[in-house]
Protein backbone atom coordinates (compact mmCIF):
# COMPACT_ATOMS: atom_id res chain seq x y z
CA UNK A 1 0.00 0.00 0.00
CA UNK A 2 1.36 3.31 -1.10
CA UNK A 3 0.62 7.00 -1.82
CA UNK A 4 -0.38 7.53 -5.39
CA UNK A 5 2.30 8.66 -7.68
CA UNK A 6 1.72 11.31 -9.70
CA UNK A 7 2.25 12.27 -13.28
CA UNK A 8 5.91 13.12 -13.44
CA UNK A 9 5.34 16.88 -15.65
CA UNK A 10 2.91 17.68 -13.00
CA UNK A 11 3.74 16.41 -9.46
CA UNK A 12 3.65 19.55 -6.71
CA UNK A 13 3.85 22.13 -9.33
CA UNK A 14 0.99 25.06 -9.38
CA UNK A 15 -1.21 25.44 -12.10
CA UNK A 16 0.25 28.04 -14.78
CA UNK A 17 3.89 27.86 -13.08
CA UNK A 18 5.57 29.55 -15.05
CA UNK A 19 8.56 26.89 -14.87
CA UNK A 20 9.55 24.80 -17.97
CA UNK A 21 7.96 21.37 -19.14
CA UNK A 22 11.47 20.23 -18.66
CA UNK A 23 12.32 21.71 -15.56
CA UNK A 24 8.77 20.79 -13.88
CA UNK A 25 9.34 17.23 -15.03
CA UNK A 26 12.92 17.37 -13.19
CA UNK A 27 11.40 18.62 -10.19
CA UNK A 28 8.82 16.29 -9.69
CA UNK A 29 11.60 13.03 -10.73
CA UNK A 30 13.59 14.56 -7.47
CA UNK A 31 10.97 15.12 -5.27
CA UNK A 32 9.91 11.02 -6.25
CA UNK A 33 13.62 10.22 -5.59
CA UNK A 34 13.67 11.97 -2.25
CA UNK A 35 10.18 10.39 -1.32
CA UNK A 36 11.81 6.81 -2.54
CA UNK A 37 14.64 7.09 -0.05
CA UNK A 38 12.76 8.46 2.78
CA UNK A 39 10.64 5.38 2.32
CA UNK A 40 13.22 2.83 2.97
CA UNK A 41 14.57 4.92 6.02
CA UNK A 42 11.03 5.28 7.73
CA UNK A 43 10.79 1.07 7.07
CA UNK A 44 13.68 1.29 9.10
CA UNK A 45 12.79 3.87 11.68
CA UNK A 46 9.87 1.71 12.23
CA UNK A 47 11.67 -1.57 12.43
CA UNK A 48 13.71 0.34 15.31
CA UNK A 49 10.72 1.73 16.81
CA UNK A 50 9.53 -1.92 18.25
CA UNK A 51 12.59 -3.39 18.17
CA UNK A 52 14.93 -1.07 20.36
CA UNK A 53 12.37 -0.87 23.14
CA UNK A 54 12.23 -4.94 23.25
CA UNK A 55 15.95 -4.84 23.39
CA UNK A 56 16.13 -2.78 26.24
CA UNK A 57 12.89 -5.00 27.81
CA UNK A 58 14.87 -7.94 27.03
CA UNK A 59 18.04 -6.81 29.01
CA UNK A 60 16.78 -4.64 31.82
CA UNK A 61 12.82 -5.41 32.20
CA UNK A 62 12.21 -1.64 32.99
CA UNK A 63 10.25 0.61 31.33
CA UNK A 64 11.70 3.55 32.94
CA UNK A 65 14.87 2.73 31.44
CA UNK A 66 12.92 2.68 27.66
CA UNK A 67 11.84 6.31 28.39
CA UNK A 68 14.92 7.10 29.65
CA UNK A 69 17.27 5.75 26.15
CA UNK A 70 14.03 7.60 23.94
CA UNK A 71 14.17 10.60 25.92
CA UNK A 72 18.29 11.02 26.05
CA UNK A 73 17.77 9.90 21.62
CA UNK A 74 15.37 12.88 21.54
CA UNK A 75 17.77 15.09 23.42
CA UNK A 76 20.51 14.09 21.70
CA UNK A 77 19.00 15.56 18.25
CA UNK A 78 18.28 19.39 20.20
CA UNK A 79 21.55 19.13 20.59
CA UNK A 80 22.98 19.34 17.23
CA UNK A 81 19.78 21.31 15.51
CA UNK A 82 21.17 24.90 16.45
CA UNK A 83 24.14 23.77 14.24
CA UNK A 84 22.48 22.26 11.84
CA UNK A 85 19.92 24.96 10.77
CA UNK A 86 22.64 27.03 10.22
CA UNK A 87 24.95 24.80 7.74
CA UNK A 88 21.49 24.08 5.77
CA UNK A 89 21.07 27.48 5.10
CA UNK A 90 24.69 27.80 3.91
CA UNK A 91 25.12 24.60 1.86
CA UNK A 92 23.67 22.17 -0.12
CA UNK A 93 21.56 20.33 2.11
CA UNK A 94 21.79 16.76 0.69
CA UNK A 95 25.91 16.79 2.16
CA UNK A 96 24.48 17.10 5.39
CA UNK A 97 21.52 14.00 5.01
CA UNK A 98 24.20 11.85 3.50
CA UNK A 99 26.43 12.27 6.10
CA UNK A 100 24.25 12.37 8.75
CA UNK A 101 22.24 8.86 6.77
CA UNK A 102 26.13 7.05 6.81
CA UNK A 103 27.33 8.14 10.42
CA UNK A 104 23.75 6.63 11.48
CA UNK A 105 24.29 3.48 9.61
CA UNK A 106 27.47 2.82 11.08
CA UNK A 107 25.95 3.63 14.62
CA UNK A 108 23.07 0.97 14.26
CA UNK A 109 25.21 -2.02 12.99
CA UNK A 110 27.39 -1.25 15.90
CA UNK A 111 24.61 -2.12 18.17
CA UNK A 112 24.14 -5.54 16.26
CA UNK A 113 27.36 -6.03 16.24
CA UNK A 114 28.00 -5.37 19.97
CA UNK A 115 25.12 -7.26 20.81
CA UNK A 116 26.09 -10.14 18.62
CA UNK A 117 29.77 -10.65 20.16
CA UNK A 118 29.70 -9.34 23.53
CA UNK A 119 26.02 -10.38 24.79
CA UNK A 120 23.27 -7.82 25.97
CA UNK A 121 24.32 -5.02 27.24
CA UNK A 122 22.74 -1.44 27.45
CA UNK A 123 25.62 0.54 27.86
CA UNK A 124 26.76 0.51 23.83
CA UNK A 125 23.37 0.38 23.26
CA UNK A 126 22.63 4.14 24.88
CA UNK A 127 25.78 5.26 23.53
CA UNK A 128 24.72 4.36 20.07
CA UNK A 129 21.35 5.21 20.35
CA UNK A 130 22.57 8.47 21.60
CA UNK A 131 24.77 9.17 19.02
CA UNK A 132 22.10 8.25 17.00
CA UNK A 133 19.49 11.37 18.21
CA UNK A 134 22.69 13.70 17.84
CA UNK A 135 22.31 13.38 13.76
CA UNK A 136 19.05 13.60 13.94
CA UNK A 137 19.05 17.43 13.91
CA UNK A 138 21.34 17.61 10.80
CA UNK A 139 19.02 15.22 8.55
CA UNK A 140 15.60 16.47 9.86
CA UNK A 141 16.98 20.19 9.03
CA UNK A 142 18.49 19.05 6.06
CA UNK A 143 15.32 17.40 4.70
CA UNK A 144 12.95 20.29 5.29
CA UNK A 145 15.44 22.56 3.79
CA UNK A 146 15.63 20.44 0.27
CA UNK A 147 12.03 19.51 0.18
CA UNK A 148 10.96 23.95 0.47
CA UNK A 149 13.24 23.40 -2.70
CA UNK A 150 11.34 20.72 -4.71
CA UNK A 151 7.99 21.59 -3.93
CA UNK A 152 6.21 24.94 -5.73
CA UNK A 153 4.93 27.24 -2.69
CA UNK A 154 1.40 26.43 -1.66
CA UNK A 155 1.79 22.62 -2.38
CA UNK A 156 4.05 21.80 0.73
CA UNK A 157 0.69 20.86 3.02
CA UNK A 158 0.02 18.15 -0.46
CA UNK A 159 3.93 17.83 -0.49
CA UNK A 160 4.06 16.98 3.86
CA UNK A 161 0.83 14.95 3.62
CA UNK A 162 2.19 12.05 0.90
CA UNK A 163 5.58 11.87 2.81
CA UNK A 164 3.74 11.16 5.93
CA UNK A 165 1.68 9.38 4.69
CA UNK A 166 4.53 6.82 3.36
CA UNK A 167 6.20 7.23 7.27
CA UNK A 168 2.27 6.04 8.42
CA UNK A 169 2.59 3.23 5.95
CA UNK A 170 5.86 1.95 7.35
CA UNK A 171 4.68 2.02 10.74
CA UNK A 172 1.89 -0.42 9.15
CA UNK A 173 4.46 -2.81 7.66
CA UNK A 174 7.51 -2.28 10.33
CA UNK A 175 6.33 -3.27 13.48
CA UNK A 176 4.60 -6.96 11.94
CA UNK A 177 7.78 -7.14 9.94
CA UNK A 178 10.08 -6.03 13.10
CA UNK A 179 7.75 -8.63 15.81
CA UNK A 180 7.97 -11.20 13.33
CA UNK A 181 12.30 -10.76 12.88
CA UNK A 182 12.25 -10.36 16.99
CA UNK A 183 10.23 -13.45 17.65
CA UNK A 184 12.84 -15.69 15.20
CA UNK A 185 15.55 -14.10 15.22
CA UNK A 186 15.91 -11.47 18.01
CA UNK A 187 15.62 -7.69 17.97
CA UNK A 188 19.20 -6.85 17.27
CA UNK A 189 18.63 -8.36 13.61
CA UNK A 190 15.64 -6.28 13.13
CA UNK A 191 17.92 -3.33 14.17
CA UNK A 192 20.31 -4.15 11.70
CA UNK A 193 17.86 -3.95 8.78
CA UNK A 194 17.53 -0.63 9.85
CA UNK A 195 21.21 0.02 9.46
CA UNK A 196 21.29 -1.04 5.40
CA UNK A 197 18.02 1.55 4.79
CA UNK A 198 20.10 4.24 5.98
CA UNK A 199 22.82 3.32 3.40
CA UNK A 200 19.76 3.10 0.59
CA UNK A 201 18.48 6.86 1.78
CA UNK A 202 22.02 7.85 0.81
CA UNK A 203 22.09 7.03 -2.64
CA UNK A 204 18.64 8.21 -3.08
CA UNK A 205 19.57 11.62 -1.96
CA UNK A 206 23.04 11.40 -3.45
CA UNK A 207 21.76 11.25 -6.52
CA UNK A 208 19.49 13.92 -6.63
CA UNK A 209 20.11 16.34 -9.40
CA UNK A 210 19.10 19.68 -7.62
CA UNK A 211 19.73 23.09 -9.00
CA UNK A 212 21.91 25.02 -5.94
CA UNK A 213 20.45 27.53 -3.73
CA UNK A 214 21.85 31.22 -3.75
CA UNK A 215 23.78 31.07 -0.08
CA UNK A 216 25.27 34.45 -0.50
CA UNK A 217 24.37 36.27 2.88
CA UNK A 218 26.50 37.26 5.71
CA UNK A 219 27.56 34.51 7.92
CA UNK A 220 27.76 34.74 11.84
CA UNK A 221 28.04 33.00 14.65
CA UNK A 222 25.52 29.92 15.28
CA UNK A 223 23.81 31.06 18.06
CA UNK A 224 23.35 34.47 16.08
CA UNK A 225 21.50 32.65 13.07
CA UNK A 226 19.27 30.77 15.27
CA UNK A 227 18.27 33.77 16.72
CA UNK A 228 17.25 34.64 13.58
CA UNK A 229 14.92 32.16 13.28
CA UNK A 230 13.86 33.04 17.10
CA UNK A 231 13.06 36.41 16.74
CA UNK A 232 10.64 34.84 13.50
CA UNK A 233 7.97 32.74 15.66
CA UNK A 234 8.23 35.55 18.36
CA UNK A 235 7.17 37.71 16.21
CA UNK A 236 4.66 35.55 14.45
CA UNK A 237 1.28 35.72 16.87
CA UNK A 238 -0.14 32.75 14.95
CA UNK A 239 3.26 30.16 14.76
CA UNK A 240 3.76 31.65 18.87
CA UNK A 241 0.62 30.03 19.39
CA UNK A 242 0.90 26.87 17.77
CA UNK A 243 4.68 26.43 19.54
CA UNK A 244 2.99 26.51 22.64
CA UNK A 245 0.29 23.97 21.92
CA UNK A 246 3.30 22.05 19.95
CA UNK A 247 5.70 21.38 22.69
CA UNK A 248 3.03 20.23 25.21
CA UNK A 249 2.30 18.00 22.72
CA UNK A 250 5.83 16.71 22.89
CA UNK A 251 5.93 16.41 26.40
CA UNK A 252 3.11 13.69 25.74
CA UNK A 253 4.02 12.26 22.95
CA UNK A 254 7.67 11.23 24.18
CA UNK A 255 6.26 8.34 26.05
CA UNK A 256 3.42 6.63 23.89
CA UNK A 257 5.00 4.33 22.33
CA UNK A 258 7.11 2.60 24.64
CA UNK A 259 3.86 2.68 26.91
CA UNK A 260 2.44 1.06 24.31
CA UNK A 261 4.78 -2.09 24.16
CA UNK A 262 5.08 -2.08 27.46
CA UNK A 263 1.66 -2.36 28.15
CA UNK A 264 1.17 -5.07 25.70
CA UNK A 265 4.31 -7.04 26.51
CA UNK A 266 4.38 -6.34 30.27
CA UNK A 267 0.86 -6.49 31.54
CA UNK A 268 -1.15 -8.10 29.09
CA UNK A 269 1.60 -10.61 28.17
CA UNK A 270 1.83 -10.45 24.41
CA UNK A 271 4.59 -11.76 22.46
CA UNK A 272 6.38 -9.92 19.88
CA UNK A 273 4.99 -11.38 17.05
CA UNK A 274 1.97 -9.89 18.60
CA UNK A 275 2.82 -6.91 19.69
CA UNK A 276 4.22 -6.30 15.80
CA UNK A 277 0.62 -6.88 14.55
CA UNK A 278 -1.14 -4.86 16.83
CA UNK A 279 1.24 -1.99 16.47
CA UNK A 280 0.99 -2.95 12.41
CA UNK A 281 -2.87 -2.59 13.03
CA UNK A 282 -2.80 0.60 14.76
CA UNK A 283 -0.47 2.51 12.30
CA UNK A 284 -3.02 2.24 9.61
CA UNK A 285 -4.57 5.49 11.95
CA UNK A 286 -1.51 7.21 10.88
CA UNK A 287 -2.11 6.62 7.14
CA UNK A 288 -5.90 7.64 7.63
CA UNK A 289 -4.36 11.01 9.43
CA UNK A 290 -1.81 12.08 6.84
CA UNK A 291 -4.10 11.67 4.25
CA UNK A 292 -6.54 13.59 5.55
CA UNK A 293 -5.08 16.66 5.83
CA UNK A 294 -5.08 18.38 2.60
CA UNK A 295 -9.00 18.03 2.64
CA UNK A 296 -9.04 18.95 5.91
CA UNK A 297 -7.19 22.06 5.15
CA UNK A 298 -9.55 23.10 2.43
CA UNK A 299 -13.00 22.80 4.66
CA UNK A 300 -11.55 23.88 7.70
CA UNK A 301 -8.60 25.19 7.92
CA UNK A 302 -4.53 24.30 8.95
CA UNK A 303 -4.97 25.49 12.44
CA UNK A 304 -8.40 23.81 13.33
CA UNK A 305 -6.86 20.55 11.54
CA UNK A 306 -4.31 21.19 14.34
CA UNK A 307 -6.18 21.51 17.17
CA UNK A 308 -8.87 18.68 15.73
CA UNK A 309 -5.83 15.55 15.29
CA UNK A 310 -4.43 16.39 18.60
CA UNK A 311 -7.93 16.15 20.35
CA UNK A 312 -8.91 12.98 18.73
CA UNK A 313 -5.42 12.00 20.86
CA UNK A 314 -6.82 13.01 23.86
CA UNK A 315 -9.74 10.83 23.19
CA UNK A 316 -7.48 7.69 22.66
CA UNK A 317 -4.83 8.10 25.41
CA UNK A 318 -7.84 8.69 28.09
CA UNK A 319 -9.76 5.44 26.39
CA UNK A 320 -6.44 3.71 26.73
CA UNK A 321 -6.41 4.19 30.13
CA UNK A 322 -9.69 2.40 31.01
CA UNK A 323 -9.33 -0.89 29.27
CA UNK A 324 -7.01 -3.63 29.91
CA UNK A 325 -8.68 -5.51 26.43
CA UNK A 326 -5.83 -6.09 23.72
CA UNK A 327 -8.08 -5.16 20.70
CA UNK A 328 -9.25 -1.96 22.39
CA UNK A 329 -6.07 -0.89 23.08
CA UNK A 330 -5.06 -1.39 19.63
CA UNK A 331 -7.97 0.93 19.20
CA UNK A 332 -6.74 3.65 20.45
CA UNK A 333 -3.05 3.21 19.40
CA UNK A 334 -4.82 3.72 15.69
CA UNK A 335 -7.21 6.79 16.88
CA UNK A 336 -4.18 8.23 18.75
CA UNK A 337 -1.70 7.79 15.75
CA UNK A 338 -4.31 9.15 13.31
CA UNK A 339 -4.94 12.52 14.73
CA UNK A 340 -0.96 12.58 15.72
CA UNK A 341 0.28 12.33 11.85
CA UNK A 342 -3.03 14.43 11.44
CA UNK A 343 -2.34 16.92 13.45
CA UNK A 344 1.91 16.86 12.95
CA UNK A 345 1.29 17.69 8.79
CA UNK A 346 -0.98 20.18 9.28
CA UNK A 347 1.53 21.82 11.71
CA UNK A 348 4.34 21.25 9.39
CA UNK A 349 2.66 22.80 6.24
CA UNK A 350 1.45 25.82 8.42
CA UNK A 351 5.55 26.65 9.12
CA UNK A 352 6.74 25.55 6.10
CA UNK A 353 4.41 27.85 3.56
CA UNK A 354 5.62 31.10 6.58
CA UNK A 355 8.40 30.46 6.08
CA UNK A 356 10.84 32.13 3.69
CA UNK A 357 12.81 30.04 1.74
CA UNK A 358 16.43 31.59 2.68
CA UNK A 359 15.68 31.48 6.36
CA UNK A 360 13.62 27.26 6.65
CA UNK A 361 16.94 25.94 7.89
CA UNK A 362 16.82 28.68 11.28
CA UNK A 363 13.25 28.84 11.62
CA UNK A 364 12.85 25.28 11.52
CA UNK A 365 15.79 25.15 13.83
CA UNK A 366 14.70 26.99 15.93
CA UNK A 367 11.18 25.40 15.89
CA UNK A 368 12.13 21.96 16.42
CA UNK A 369 14.30 23.09 19.59
CA UNK A 370 11.21 24.69 21.11
CA UNK A 371 8.87 22.31 20.20
CA UNK A 372 10.80 19.01 21.15
CA UNK A 373 12.71 20.64 24.52
CA UNK A 374 10.29 18.59 26.69
CA UNK A 375 9.79 15.52 24.96
CA UNK A 376 12.97 13.76 26.74
CA UNK A 377 11.44 15.19 30.16
CA UNK A 378 7.79 13.46 28.80
CA UNK A 379 9.81 10.27 28.11
CA UNK A 380 11.56 9.76 31.17
CA UNK A 381 9.07 11.19 33.49
CA UNK A 382 5.53 9.49 31.93
CA UNK A 383 7.64 5.70 31.82
CA UNK A 384 8.63 6.38 35.46
CA UNK A 385 4.94 7.28 36.31
CA UNK A 386 3.89 3.68 34.94
CA UNK A 387 6.71 1.43 36.29
CA UNK A 388 5.66 3.09 39.77
CA UNK A 389 2.38 2.56 39.11
CA UNK A 390 0.49 1.11 36.31
CA UNK A 391 1.03 2.54 32.34
CA UNK A 392 -3.31 2.68 32.89
CA UNK A 393 -2.26 6.12 34.90
CA UNK A 394 0.38 6.93 32.71
CA UNK A 395 -2.21 6.65 29.72
CA UNK A 396 -4.47 9.24 31.49
CA UNK A 397 -2.16 11.94 32.81
CA UNK A 398 -1.21 12.27 29.46
CA UNK A 399 -5.22 12.10 28.25
CA UNK A 400 -5.56 14.92 30.84
CA UNK A 401 -2.59 17.29 29.70
CA UNK A 402 -3.78 16.95 26.24
CA UNK A 403 -7.03 17.90 26.46
CA UNK A 404 -6.21 21.16 28.68
CA UNK A 405 -3.76 21.72 25.49
CA UNK A 406 -6.65 21.46 23.23
CA UNK A 407 -8.85 23.79 25.28
CA UNK A 408 -5.64 26.65 25.39
CA UNK A 409 -4.99 26.00 21.63
CA UNK A 410 -8.85 27.18 21.31
CA UNK A 411 -8.73 30.01 23.03
CA UNK A 412 -6.01 31.95 20.91
CA UNK A 413 -5.13 32.14 16.75
CA UNK A 414 -4.00 28.70 16.33
CA UNK A 415 -7.72 27.69 15.54
CA UNK A 416 -8.98 30.55 13.25
CA UNK A 417 -5.58 29.85 10.86
CA UNK A 418 -7.11 28.75 7.39
CA UNK A 419 -3.71 28.98 5.76
CA UNK A 420 -0.43 30.21 5.43
CA UNK A 421 0.78 33.32 6.91
CA UNK A 422 2.71 36.60 5.47
CA UNK A 423 5.74 37.44 7.17
CA UNK A 424 9.40 37.19 7.31
CA UNK A 425 11.88 37.91 9.58
CA UNK A 426 13.76 41.28 9.88
Not at 94 to 113: E, K, N
Request: proline residues 5%.
Amino acid sequence: MSPPRPHPTTALSPPGAAESSASSAANARDFNVLWSGLALSYLGTALSVVAVPLLVFEATHSVAKMGLLTGLNRAGGLVTMAIAGALADRMDPRRMMIAADLAQMTATLAVCACWWLIGPTTSVLFVCVILGGLLQGPFSVGYQKLLKTLVAPGRLTEANSRIDSTFAVSLVIGPVLAGAVCARFGPAWAIGLDGLTFAASAVATAILRVRPQDTTRERRRVLAELGDGLRFLARNRLLRAGIGVMAGIGFVDGAVYDLFIFRLRQELQQSEQVIGITLGAASVGAVVGAKLVPRLQRRLGLGATVLGGFALCAVALCGSSATSSTPIVALCAALFMCGRFGGGVAWGALRQETTPHEYVGRVTAGSWILTQSLVPLGAAAMTQLAERTTSRTAFAVMGGLTSLLILLGLAGPLSKARGPVAGAPA
